[in-house]
């Protein structure tokens, strides 16, 4: 009879899986990233590049939010864009390569920080 302990650790993490899901909060640059992914500003850049990296850390969370694309898996896409360095910020149809500060990407593109 294992039937009865069986049901009660399921539900116990059926319970927990729900309250995990329930916990997440939004992340500090949510309305500045969709602003960004809004105004059709991309940032080109690779998983290996440490810029990118650093990149990827300012945003937090929220970065989940950006038009991303990784140059390793879109070679083409990249060479369209003429990215010649990583990570490399198109927004309004000018190129910014380097890590750039939120402020400075939110006052190129108009959106509130």
């Known amino acids: 009879m294992m039937r009865p302990a069986i049901f009660a650790v399921v539900a116990a993490f059926a319970v927990l899986l729900v309250l995990s899901g329930c916990s997440s909060k939004p992340g500090e640059f949510d309305s500045l990233a969709q602003c960004l992914s809004e105004k059709g500003v991309i940032m080109y850049g690779t998983e290996w590049c ?20 990784n140059c390793d898996l879109n070679r083409k896409a990249c060479a369209d864009a003429e990215v010649q360095g990583y990570p490399t910020w198109v927004i309004n149809g000018e190129s910014f390569a380097g890590t750039r500060a939120l402020a400075e990407l939110a006052a190129r593109s108009g959106c509130a920080e």
């Not at 850390?57 to 939010?65: D, M, V």
């Open 50 to 69: 440490p810029h990118c990296k650093d990149q990827k850390q300012l945003f937090g969370s929220s970065f989940e939010y950006i038009n991303y694309v």
